[in-house]
């Protein structure tokens, strides 16, 4: 009888997640932002001396979402700082290979994600609303990169982006930042929220 194939990875926090059938109790938010903070966005094919991660990434998603909706829920802004939270297994990969791969992709990585969720108090699967308002944030944030760092002209970050209101946007500037003090901040904001939700810090 053939093994199966191994398909959990042992995390620095000791825990083993399985990718196809993953659990909340195996899901440290330690893990998540180590794993981010070393996730390169766009191939690595942007300016600077280093690479721009999916946790800077999700900073500014959090970010944006807050300009948009200034009275959102705290837990939505924990769930668009973590909208990219299962690429810390499974890793960041650009949407021409995520089409080459087709469905599957998107199945395993809406597994992680509803475990993600259930770990840190939000519902396995985000309402539509919030779930369009976290993409909208998403592509702003995508239209800032590709213009700021990745090497598109506007003209084309706006036919592939489309491009935000630039009241959203005012005073946005993509700053690289090393992968310590990207995790750091990641999981100070992570905190942050935590608290929000739970009733123990102000609003900011």
């Known amino acids: 009888m053939a093994k199966s194939p191994r398909a959990w990875q042992r995390m620095l926090s000791g825990r083993r ?7 909340p109790v195996d899901v440290e938010i330690e893990d ?3 794993g981010l903070a070393f996730q390169a966005r766009w191939n690595g094919q942007t300016l600077g001396d280093y690479a721009y991660s999916v946790a800077e990434h999700s900073l500014l998603v959090e970010d944006i ?6 009275d959102i829920a705290a837990k939505w802004r924990l769930a668009a700082l ?7 297994v499974i890793g960041d990969m650009i949407s021409p290979v995520k089409s080459a791969i087709g469905p599957g992709y998107a199945v395993l990585d809406d597994r992680l994600a509803a475990a993600v969720h259930l770990r840190f108090g939000l519902p396995a699967v985000l309402p539509a609303k919030v779930k369009k308002d976290i993409k909208k944030a998403d592509r702003i944030s995508a239209w800032l990169e590709a213009t700021q760092i990745a090497g598109f002209g506007l003209d084309e970050a706006g036919k592939l982006f ?11 500037r993509i700053e ?21 939700m739970d009733g123990r810090a102000s609003a900011g």
Do not use: K, M, N, W
């Not at 979402?65 to 200034?70: A, K, W």
């Not at 489309?162 to 946005?172: H, N």
């Not at 310590?180 to 100070?188: D, G, I, K, Q, S």
């Open 176 to 196: 690289l930042r090393p992968p310590l003090e990207v995790r750091r901040a990641f999981t100070a904001r992570f905190e942050h929220l935590v608290a929000l």
């Open 162 to 172: 489309s491009r935000p209101d630039p009241q959203v946007i005012r005073g946005l």
């Open 32 to 34: 998540i932002a180590r």
């Open 17 to 23: 997640l399985d990718l196809l059938d993953p659990t």
């Open 82 to 88: 973590l909208h990219d939270a299962p690429e810390y």
């Open 65 to 70: 979402l807050t300009r948009l909706f200034p």
